[in-house]
């Protein structure tokens, strides 16, 4: 290479060094790690793993983290917190009002990057605020309708988020503006997906049992096509979307697949329970990974919705959401148990111990995974980060929905012989002392019982 | 024991119904709303054995007979594997009820069915109807069985070959009942929450009033099906308040604590504990004491049940 070639490559690191340093990439930047809320992260930490660090706070829960570069990011009641992604110390904190927790979003825009998250003040309401990552100072803030609980989607340089109304706001992320607002039937309580140029909300109304998928042009806000089940609707999960598809999960216990900018529905699968409300499906080519409210996981055919497998946890998935690290899917459960499903087979390779507080939404790194732990007393709330334990051990137990013949049958033959030793040998000695009842031969009736 | 047993010949095989002249005339005071009976008498006047009577002496037949034993258990048993191979995955709490007796049982094939294929989907009907029929096949054969031994001279094969006589009968018990639940389903949600659980509780023991009969009926008097059907609910209809009471027990035991009861109950798994399996083959003797309690009623009371419908009263 000629000297002056390698000096101008040496020069542009040099320059470029300190931008990079200071803008490092977004590496599960919202809500399941994209604007479509995919959950992958294909070079993901592998089970096992091992607590690398926990990080609490005071006086309530903390909202799924978000991951940039070597800084973890998460809402807290009254305080958003920048947190080391090796040690888990916190390096900053910013002020915040209060309101419902919701996920944040980090987005790319006009070469800085934009932390953008709900604040809520008593008198004021409620705010959609960006805040400037590179100088850590609030750039923007653009006044909602109501209270919001959806999180934040950002893609590009937009930024997405619904509130309890139904209202959807689409947001510069770089000023703050208004780009457009439209309307869903009622509550939001997932951050839309975006993919395909198309915005999906899931809503539901309370009032009127109705639930939607609503379709929005991403340009202009305007309705693409919603889909409403037919039952009464309490529930309908975050969609997820990927590939030309959005996936969700219904009242109905279906999971269905719809093509993104025409909403003809391409399948529906169906599963033992319904769908937790802020929770989606994870999507990587080809698959559909998603938990029901009832602990299980379902790998569906993103083509065709076949059920590849299932793994039933018999434990509560409340605020998780399935995501695929590596080779392993993850999933958190109500009893504080982050648990890992080896991606072909189902089975279960690893779970950490219980805790007292459910797993809420799942960060990935390439390192770590941070789970956000949501205290069911409100004592104990906050983030738990595991790392790869290369000298922990894997187990594979199949889901106890898959027959386990000696099992089965042992178990049954052993029940057969106890009771029917047991009711037989009492009884029949009882019987013979009593004889048999005394219409035998009687169409006059019932001698034995005239009492 | 009764002081008074008459020691009659030894009987077995196919019994001839009663002729119109060997069936006691109803007394003339049973001339009440055929509907409405249990509401206008005490007990005192009927001819329904005591409820711990009835159930004691159910209890007995069902225990003190291997055959009627071991068939609800491997009933309950092949009846799950094949559940399991359509692809249930439980909670393991319907093992409780596999054995209920209709309309119980017919409510849990309903609901097993819309467990594995989903609600409104036509794969779910089929599978309930097939549930519905094997469990009719599976009610007459052991109600013959029931019958044999509550005559004093049991005969397996005497049992299955009367018994599967009364097939028709108990696939209409369990129509029945089917279009009952599902009536109840779209009636009941517009009398709100709490009024619609209790109203299907309700709607179950008013078949079970109704038709808790017809499997003894059809065995011992070899009728038709519409005829049976009538003499169970004539027999319902008669003075006294035991039987509706022994209905409701019924409904009251098999549908909510039974199944809440279940070790594990809520699991979801395909290879039950060994307590969860212990707990369903107690819960089947309990639904097939209550089935011979219900047997032994009617075969108490057969003599007594008019022919024809009974006038209304002015």
């Keep these: 290479m000629p000297f002056a070639a390698l000096v101008a490559v040496a020069l542009v690191v040099v320059i470029a060094w300190p931008v990079q340093a200071q803008q490092a990439a977004p590496v599960w930047s919202q809500f399941q790690g994209g604007p479509g809320h995919a959950g992958v992260l294909k070079d993901g930490p592998e089970p096992p793993y091992r607590p690398a660090w926990t990080f609490r706070v005071l006086g309530g829960a903390l909202s799924g983290a978000v991951i940039v570069g070597d800084l973890v990011i998460s809402v807290g009641r009254s305080a958003v917190y920048g947190i080391d992604l090796a040690t888990g110390e916190r390096r900053w904190q910013l002020v915040r009002n209060g309101g419902p927790i919701s996920m944040p979003a980090v987005g790319v825009t006009a070469n800085r990057q934009v932390l953008a998250f709900v604040d809520e003040a008593e008198g004021v309401g409620a705010s959609l605020v960006g805040v400037d990552l590179t100088h850590m100072r609030e750039v923007w803030r653009t006044p909602l309708e109501t209270t919001s609980r959806s999180g934040v989607t950002v893609d590009g340089a937009t930024a997405f988020i619904a509130d309890d109304d139904g209202n959807i706001y689409a947001v510069n992320l770089a000023t703050g503006a208004l780009r457009w607002t439209a309307k869903a039937i009622g509550e939001v309580l997932a951050p839309p997906a975006v993919s395909d140029g198309i915005v999906h909300v899931s809503a539901i109304d309370s009032d009127s049992l109705r639930g939607q998928l609503l379709a929005l042009d991403v340009g202009t806000g305007r309705k693409a096509w919603e889909f409403s089940p037919q039952v009464g609707v309490t529930t309908v999960s975050g969609p997820s979307a990927g590939d030309g598809s959005v996936v969700a999960g219904f009242e109905d216990r279906m999971v269905r697949s719809f093509v993104a900018d025409g909403g003809e529905e391409r399948w529906g699968a169906l599963t033992i329970s319904v769908f937790p409300p802020a929770t989606a499906p994870a999507i990587q080519p080809g698959i559909v990974f998603v938990a029901d409210f009832r602990g299980g996981l379902y790998r569906l055919n993103s083509r065709t919705g076949h059920r590849d497998w299932d793994h039933q946890n018999n434990d509560l998935v409340v605020r998780s959401s399935p995501v695929v690290s590596g080779g392993a899917v993850l999933l958190g459960l109500e009893d504080g148990r982050l648990v890992a499903f080896d991606i072909s087979s189902g089975d279960l390779v690893w779970q950490g111990a219980p805790s007292p507080g459910s797993i809420g939404p799942i960060a990935l790194s390439a390192d770590v995974v941070v789970a956000a732990v949501a205290a069911k007393g409100g004592s104990r709330a906050g983030l738990v980060a595991f790392e790869h334990d290369p000298e922990g051990t894997l187990v594979r137990v199949p889901s106890p929905t898959e027959v386990d013949p000696a099992r089965l049958f042992g178990n049954y033959a052993i029940a057969l012989v106890v009771t029917t030793l047991v009711l037989f040998v009492p009884l029949r000695l009882l019987a013979r002392r009593l004889g048999p009842p005394a219409f035998a031969g009687g169409e006059e009736g019932t001698e034995e019982d005239t009492e | ?314």
């Excluded at chain 2, 008459?6 to 001339?31: I, Q």
């Design chain 2, 1 to 314: 024991m009764s002081k008074k047993r008459r020691k009659g010949k030894a009987r077995s095989g196919y019994r001839s119904p009663p002729s119109a002249r060997e069936v006691r005339a109803a007394p003339a005071d049973s001339e009440v709303p055929p509907l409405l009976g249990w509401l206008s008498r005490g007990s005192g006047d009927s001819g329904w054995p005591s409820i711990p009577r009835s159930l004691a002496r159910g209890a007995l037949t069902v225990g003190s007979s291997p055959a009627l034993l071991l068939v609800p258990f491997l009933f309950v048993f092949a009846a799950w594997v094949a559940l399991v191979t359509l692809g249930l995955e439980g909670p393991v709490l319907l093992l409780a009820n596999m054995a209920a007796v209709p309309p119980v049982g017919t409510f849990f094939d309903l609901a097993i069915g819309e467990s594995i294929f989903g609600q409104a989907s036509l794969v779910a009907l089929t599978v309930t109807a097939g549930l519905i029929i094997a469990r009719s096949a599976f009610f007459a054969v052991v109600s013959g069985l029931i019958v044999e031994a509550l005559e004093g001279a049991p005969s397996a094969s005497a049992g299955l070959r009367r018994g599967s006589r009364a097939i028709p009968a108990l696939l209409a018990v369990n129509v029945i009942s089917f279009s009952a639940i599902l009536a109840s389903r779209l009636i009941l949600p517009l009398l709100g929450p709490q009024f619609a659980f209790l109203g299907s509780i309700l709607v179950l023991a008013a078949v079970v009033y109704y038709l808790a009969a017809v499997p003894a009926a059809a065995i011992r008097e070899g009728r038709g099906v519409q005829e049976t059907l009538r003499r169970s609910a004539r027999a319902a209809a008669m003075p006294g308040s035991r039987h509706l009471i022994l209905s409701v027990i019924y409904v009251f035991v098999a549908y909510p604590p039974l199944i809440l009861f279940t070790p594990h109950s809520n699991e979801l798994s395909v290879n039950p504990f060994l307590a969860t399996w212990i707990y369903a083959l107690v819960a089947a003797f309990i639904h097939m004491s209550f089935l011979a309690a219900f047997c032994y009623r009617w075969m108490a009371i057969e003599p007594e049940v008019p022919a024809q419908p009974v006038p209304r009263r002015r």
